[in-house]
């Protein structure tokens, strides 16, 4: 009940915000864009050196605009000194390609834990807040301008919380943390965790009905923790008459599924979820359509990359994205001993032959046998070029409510029929924004 009273307490905030969003961007920002994905990369002292030597290899690919680290810059086993804290920023913040840090489980959510040194959670995020998120740019040398949702008086505290923009792309990162989101069961208040879920839903709601206006044309969240997108929990009428007690604990991801579910029908285009997954993944990442409505209806424009990689001190996806691809990203996993030179590779004018590390459409590859033809990949006969809005009103208003099922919304994965085929690497010049 208490999240629910504040998420209609942020509801009315909508209208009165504005972000001065640019309109047709779609139209303007149609470059192509690079953009690397790390996580769980510094969990000892001995990973500080491969790191840098990644993020220097990450640095020397001129087709990456800005880092993502994905979350837990610390490892379980570490305790959350102050000391370990500026370390790992002053490792971060020495990168030459912007860097977006995201905090993880490790990185607060554990550390009353006796092996982190029995801290208390809520001190160590609000260090980091203080530490990481003291304005409004990212770490690195050539840092980007972030909007943080600390810009909200309602949300002051909440600095980690960020959107940013380029080439057409709207970005959400979110402080989401592994497990299942730093809910606690314990008796009375949870108040860390409702007042971080009131400012995640206003966040999210507002930044996809920001993307719409300004006609982005894809919207990519960025969160730490696993939210078990199999893990359904329909709305009950009659909640509040039931006493009985479930086994199971109460899903500390519950309002951000709903919230997904919400950005997902007011963008109404490709929204890409990534996060952390918690089960090793043999190709480094997992791409399916895993979220449902209320009314137990696949969200087709929704797309989940949860990333797994065997070793995060070397290895990071590299996510291309293009207007005239379709579908409009493709996904890799890169290696810091596969870049070799600092200048970018020359065009190629026939694709290479295959590689080690070679793109996939983000379509969900298949259980189909390997010996199947792999056909080419094409967006169904429904899904249009592009979402034209002509009707936007001239003030925001409340969150809309659902015009018809997740169904209807136009698909962005080609139905699986066998593995996807290879791709090639983008030519070289690609120009990617800040």
Same mark, same amino acid.
């Given at each position: 009940?208490?999240?629910?009273?504040?998420?209609?307490?942020?509801?009315?905030?909508?209208?009165? *915000?504005?972000?001065?969003?640019?309109?047709?961007?779609?139209a303007e920002n149609s470059e192509p864009l690079g953009f690397a994905v790390i996580a769980d990369a510094l969990t000892r002292p001995a990973d500080e050196a491969p790191v840098r030597r990644m993020l220097d290899a990450i640095a020397r690919?001129?087709?990456?605009?800005?880092?993502? =680290?994905?979350?837990?810059?610390?490892?379980?086993?570490?305790?959350?000194?102050?000391?370990? =804290?500026?370390?790992?920023?002053?490792?971060?913040?020495?990168?030459?390609?912007?860097?977006?840090?995201?905090?993880?489980?490790?990185?607060?959510?554990?550390?009353?834990?006796?092996?982190?040194?029995?801290?208390?959670? @809520?001190? !160590? *995020?609000?260090?980091?807040?203080?530490?990481?998120?003291?304005?409004?740019?990212?770490?690195?040398?050539?840092?980007?301008?972030?909007? !943080?949702?600390?810009?909200?008086?309602?949300?002051?505290?909440?600095?980690?919380?960020?959107?940013?923009?380029?080439?057409?792309?709207?970005?959400?990162?979110?402080?989401?943390?592994?497990?299942?989101?730093?809910?606690?069961?314990?008796?009375?208040?949870?108040?860390?965790?409702?007042?971080?879920?009131?400012?995640?839903?206003?966040?999210?709601?507002?930044?996809?009905?920001?993307?719409?206006?300004?006609?982005?044309?894809?919207?990519?969240?960025?969160?730490?923790?696993?939210?078990?997108?199999?893990?359904?929990?329909?709305?009950?009428?009659?909640?509040?008459?039931?006493?009985?007690?479930?086994?199971?604990?109460?899903?500390?991801? *519950?309002?951000?599924?709903?919230?997904? @579910?919400?950005?997902?029908?007011?963008?109404?285009?490709?929204?890409?979820?990534?996060?952390?997954?918690?089960?090793?993944?043999?190709?480094?990442? !997992?791409?399916?359509? %895993?979220?449902?409505?209320?009314?137990?209806?696949?969200?087709?424009?929704?797309?989940?990359?949860?990333?797994?990689?065997?070793?995060?001190?070397?290895?990071?996806?590299?996510?291309?994205?293009?207007?005239?691809?379709?579908?409009?990203?493709?996904?890799?996993?890169?290696?810091?001993?596969?870049?070799?030179?600092?200048?970018?590779?020359? /065009?190629?004018?026939?694709?290479?032959?295959?590689?080690?590390?070679? =793109?996939?459409?983000? /379509?969900? %590859?298949?259980?189909?046998?390997?010996?199947?033809?792999?056909?080419?990949?094409?967006?169904?006969?429904?899904?249009?070029?592009?979402?034209?809005?002509?009707?936007?009103?001239?003030?925001?208003?409340?969150?809309?409510?659902?015009?018809?099922?997740?169904?209807?919304?136009?698909?962005?994965?080609?139905?699986?029929?066998? *593995?996807?085929?290879? =791709?090639?690497?983008?030519?070289?010049?690609?120009?990617?924004?800040?």
């Open positions: 009940m208490a999240v629910a009273a504040r998420l209609s307490c942020a509801a009315a905030i909508i209208a009165a *915000l504005a972000y001065g969003a640019t309109p047709h961007a779609h690919d001129a087709n990456v605009a800005f880092i993502v =680290y994905d979350g837990n810059f610390k490892g379980a086993s570490e305790q959350c000194r102050d000391g370990i =804290y500026q370390a790992r920023h002053d490792l971060l913040d020495a990168s030459r390609t912007p860097l977006v840090m995201l905090p993880g489980q490790h990185d607060w959510a554990d550390c009353g834990s006796a092996h982190a040194g029995g801290y208390d959670p @809520v001190e !160590r *995020l609000d260090f980091i807040r203080q530490l990481f998120f003291a304005d409004a740019s990212s770490l690195g040398q050539n840092p980007l301008t972030l909007s !943080r949702e600390s810009d909200v008086a309602r949300f002051r505290t909440f600095r980690e919380i960020v959107r940013w923009q380029s080439q057409g792309v709207a970005f959400i990162g979110l402080n989401a943390p592994s497990p299942n989101n730093h809910y606690l069961t314990a008796g009375g208040r949870n108040g860390e965790f409702e007042d971080r879920a009131v400012a995640t839903t206003f966040w999210l709601e507002h930044a996809a009905e920001t993307a719409r206006r300004s006609d982005m044309r894809a919207l990519v969240i960025l969160l730490q923790g696993d939210p078990d997108f199999s893990r359904y929990e329909r709305r009950e009428r009659f909640a509040w008459l039931r006493f009985s007690h479930s086994s199971q604990p109460r899903d500390g991801f *519950l309002e951000l599924k709903r919230s997904l @579910v919400k950005a997902a029908d007011i963008f109404r285009g490709p929204v890409i979820v990534i996060h952390a997954s918690e089960a090793p993944e043999p190709n480094g990442f !997992r791409i399916d359509q %895993p979220l449902r409505n209320d009314k137990g209806l696949i969200v087709t424009n929704l797309t989940r990359i949860a990333i797994a990689f065997k070793r995060p001190q070397s290895q990071w996806l590299e996510v291309q994205t293009d207007a005239q691809w379709h579908p409009p990203f493709r996904l890799r996993v890169r290696d810091t001993k596969d870049v070799r030179a600092r200048e970018p590779v020359e /065009p190629q004018s026939e694709p290479p032959a295959q590689s080690s590390a070679p =793109y996939a459409p983000y /379509p969900m %590859p298949s259980s189909a046998p390997a010996s199947a033809p792999a056909p080419e990949p094409t967006l169904p006969a429904s899904m249009p070029p592009a979402l034209p809005r002509n009707d936007l009103p001239e003030s925001l208003p409340a969150p809309p409510s659902m015009p018809m099922p997740a169904s209807d919304l136009p698909p962005i994965l080609t139905p699986p029929q066998s *593995l996807p085929p290879l =791709y090639p690497v983008p030519a070289s010049g690609v120009q990617n924004g800040g």
